[in-house]
């Protein structure tokens, strides 16, 4: 579970990790901005407290 902070309106919303897969978009469910991932793999990585399982196995 990942605390998944919109960058557009700040609204916080738990979400659970997908373990096979990047999340490259999501769509914030308080203003519904598509918040696209700018600087790694996937919105987790850029904008929450946790970051993918897939992003840690290029490392």
Not at 16 to 26: G, Q, T
């Amino acid at each position: 579970m990942a605390e998944l902070k919109c960058p557009e309106c700040k609204y916080t919303i738990d979400l659970d990790i997908p373990d096979n897969m990047c999340l490259p978009f999501f769509k914030c469910s308080n203003c519904s901005k598509i918040i696209k991932a700018k600087k790694s793999c996937c919105v987790f990585c850029d904008y929450s407290n946790e970051k993918c399982p897939v992003s840690h196995l290029n490392d």
